[in-house]
């Protein structure tokens, strides 16, 4: 992939009763969101640690969102 | 409690050297509740290792481990099996816990992740200040209970000095002048006879200047059969 077409992989962290919900919910209205986001339920935005932050990066995303 | 910070990560890359297999062991008391090598710490700076390492093309295996107390033997013992397989072992307790670890495991060479501070306490959430020194002769029984040898920059014992200025210290003006916190405090126990008093020197050999002190007690000692 060179970089004019560099899609940066984002590892999304999502409140189960707010960020998480409204990712359903746009399913629900088939409305399309990038498939270089992945989605991580958390039952809390408040749940995710730095550590879980690095991880992610140590596996290879190019960002993380917290969404809560 | 101990108060530690850690070092700088670019130091910590360069006491690792060229070691490929390190393990990175936290403590579970005094580090842990100053944010310095707890578990989640160890979590951290064993992450920041690893990506820093590939990113610099020479990838290091990092594991981590955390004890509760890494200054006795007790706990740090069941560390040794897994000790084999690592080129060296990177503590973040502080100086002791470090000490520990290579006294009981002489042939495994472990690092300092962290610089131990001071002996103090958590003035508000992220702040932190000393309140003790360890001197081996507590006066706060003399001084209200503020510790002039640990708060007062010169260790003065019949202070204030000149150059205590509004309340606060000459060197640094965040420096609350010990004696004036002292003064103030009698004067509201009524204890400021006990202040008038000269006090004589102070004994330092039973503080460092004694040499390293150690402390023998008989009726807690085990004893083996003859």
Redesign the interface.
Known sequence: MNDAHFEPKILAFCCRHCAYAAADLAGGMRIQYPPNVRIVEVPCSGRVEVTEILHAFERGVDGVMVAG | MIVAEQKPLAEIMELLGDARKVLVVGCGTCVTVCFAGGE?EV??LA??L??MSKLEGHPMEVDEATVQRQCEWEYIDPLEERLGEYDVVLSLACGIGVQAMNERFPDTLTLPGLNTTFLGLPEEQGVWEERCQACGDCILGLTAGICPIARCSKQLLNGPCGGSQNGVCEVDPDIPCAWQLIWERAVKLGRVDQLLEIQPPKDWSKSRDGGPRKIVREDLRLVEAE
């Open positions: 989640k979590g951290i992450s920041a690893r990506m």
